[in-house]
């Protein structure tokens, strides 16, 4: 059984803040990680496909950052906005192109 | 681009009772994938289609839930009967496959009381 642990569990910031979530995972026979966004009464939407170790991407104020060989992945928000609100979630393939997902951090952006 | 679909929306039914749902992928997608997601945890992949064929449902609880995707395009999922601890969230997503991102639809939100 896969275990894909995020945390922190649920985080509140006031906008402006920078904040970070951490997704881990095992780090044997790595095929892809997944970050989404799901807002409340929304579809999750997807922000990041990462595949390589070392690899960093970024979309506006988010970023994402892999390390497979030590099974982590740090997601970044730099000056939080309350639209920024939302649970994020992480998923891990290994193969067979199947998403085991963690139970993500909600996170809270206060005006 | 439209968005994966799913209906119903909300579903509120007791216990024992059947339920159905529905989702209509991505236009061109092959795969499809049926989740549930219960209050507090993540989503959980119950079925896996290419196609019309059952790629993984190693995680769906057989004596009670089936699902089907005739023809390679849409699909239904159903629960019969269904259990309270059934009540949660079901989500049907799409992708090209590979390590594609997946596109979620909106999501069941279903009650069994």
Known sequence: ILNVEQSPQSLHVQEGDSTNFTCSFPSSNFYALHWYRWETAKSPEALFVMTLNGDEKKKGRISATLNTKEGYSYLYIKGSQPEDSATYLCAFIRGFQKLVFGTGTRLLVSP | ?113
């Open chain 2, 1 to 113: 681009e439209a968005g994966v679909a799913q209906s119903p929306r909300y579903k509120i039914i007791e216990k024992r009772q059947s339920v159905a749902f529905w989702c209509n992928p991505i236009s061109g997608h092959a795969t499809l994938y049926w989740y549930q997601q219960i209050l507090g945890q993540g989503p959980k992949l119950l079925i896996q289609f290419q196609n019309n064929g059952v790629v993984d449902d190693s995680q769906l609880p057989k004596d009670r839930f089936s699902a089907e995707r005739l023809k390679g395009v849409d699909s239904t999922l159903k629960i019969q009967p269904a259990k309270l601890e059934d009540s949660a969230v079901y989500l049907c997503a799409s992708s090209s496959g590979g390590d594609n991102e997946q596109f979620f639809g909106p999501g069941t939100r279903l009650t069994v009381l």
